[in-house]
């Protein structure tokens, strides 16, 4: 008798390639003065964050994509933009 062969349904190798896809493979370091850390340092206590590579990582992400969405390139000029009542 032939063994059944276990193979992979459509769904999972959906998430394998999702989760291939948020792997982080690229690492990026940079450098603080002693002020700098110690600010990051009291303001992680202050705010219980345990993770700062998370919260580093969220924070400048957050930072980029504010400035794309304010770059984004739109029909209208930005002072027309502006004058427009939401």
């Not at 690492?27 to 002693?34: E, H, I, K, V, Y």
């Not at 600010?39 to 705010?47: G, T």
Request: aromatic share 6%; charged share 40%; with cysteine.
């Amino acid at each position: 008798m032939a063994k059944k062969q276990k193979g992979k349904s459509k769904s999972d190798s959906q998430s394998v390639s999702r989760q291939g896809a948020l792997k982080r493979n690229h690492r990026t370091a940079f450098l603080l003065n002693d002020k700098e850390k110690e600010a990051i340092d009291s303001y992680c206590r202050k705010n219980k964050i345990k993770n700062k590579s998370k919260f580093m990582r969220e924070t400048l992400l957050r930072t980029v994509m504010d400035h794309f969405l304010e770059d984004y390139p739109t029909l209208f000029d930005k002072k027309d933009m502006d004058r427009i009542k939401v």
